[in-house]
């Protein structure tokens, strides 16, 4: 059973905007912090985003800071990632994770990932 429902992936054209959504769908973990990584062909998986559901405040990594913003919506459970100006190099497999804190993020509950192709 998914315990994470990511929506939101597809083709797109550089310079274009994309938007990825993930929703808690069973509540059998901590979900105080959720964000995306992403692992682009043959790399490893890097961090994007993520944001502390008890307060909003966002965590960006430095692969789209200034080109990303994520937003929680705690009554749908749901967190959106917006990436703006995408390059061929956001080409990648995007995963939803959710976690505890941001420092134990990664050790966290896995979606199955979208994929998002970017082309040039």
């Known amino acids: 059973q998914a315990l994470l429902a990511e929506s939101g992936g597809g083709l797109v054209q550089a310079g274009g905007s994309l938007r990825l959504s993930c929703t808690v769908v069973?509540?059998?973990?901590?979900?105080?912090?959720m964000g995306w990584y992403r692992q682009a062909p043959g790399k490893e998986r890097e961090f994007v985003a993520a944001i502390r559901r008890t307060d909003g405040s966002p965590f960006y990594g430095p692969i789209v800071k200034g080109r990303v913003s994520i937003s929680a919506d705690n009554v749908e459970d749901t967190v959106s990632l917006q990436i703006d100006r995408l390059y061929f190099e956001d080409t990648g497999v995007y995963y939803c994770?959710?976690?505890?804190?941001?420092?134990?993020?990664?050790?966290?509950?896995w979606g199955q990932g979208t994929q998002v192709t970017v082309s040039s």
């Open positions: 069973l509540h059998t973990f901590g979900s105080d912090v």
């Open positions: 994770v959710a976690g505890n804190t941001i420092q134990t993020l990664s050790a966290g509950i």
